[in-house]
Nanobody, 130 residues
Framework: VQLQASGGGLVQAGGSLRLSCAASSSLVNYVIGWFRQAPGKEREELACFSERFVDKEFYTDSVKGRFTISEDSAKNTAYLEMNNLKPDDTGVYYC????????????????????????WGQGTQVTVSS
């Protein structure tokens, strides 16, 4: 699976952006994840999505209530809608996917998707100014 992330840019604090992750094939059997790497920090998990999870979506506490992950299966594209952006949200944003059984085996059911991602997009820069 090849992934192409896009939609990053420069935005003022309080603003919004929508990131897209276009896949080369169907994501129906995959868990989709969005991750962020801030300057000087390790990559962190933000949100995960799978129709096969009871709650479909998982969010890390730092973005819960502000970010929304979704998927348009007809377009093989995942999205990350980001609202009320803060300067701490600055970083390179990556999308990734992993087969559902693998993610569940490595991360646990509905407990995120950090462990199990197999394919990564190239990243898109998001800069939030204060």
């Amino acid at each position: 699976v090849q992934l192409q992330a896009s939609g990053g840019g420069l935005v003022q604090a309080g603003g919004s952006l929508r990131l897209s992750c276009a896949a080369s094939s169907s994501l129906v059997n995959y868990v989709i994840g969005w991750f962020r790497q801030a300057p000087g920090k390790e990559r962190e998990e933000l949100a995960c999505f799978s129709e096969r999870f009871v709650d479909k979506e998982f969010y890390t506490d730092s973005v819960k209530g502000r970010f929304t992950i979704s998927e348009d299966s007809a377009k093989n594209t995942a999205y990350l809608e980001m609202n009320n952006l803060k300067p701490d949200d600055t970083g390179v944003y990556y999308c990734a996917v992993g087969l559902f059984p693998r993610v569940v085996a490595l991360s646990g059911y509905g407990r995120g998707c950090w462990n199990g991602m197999e394919y990564w997009g190239q990243g898109t820069q998001v800069t939030v100014s204060s």
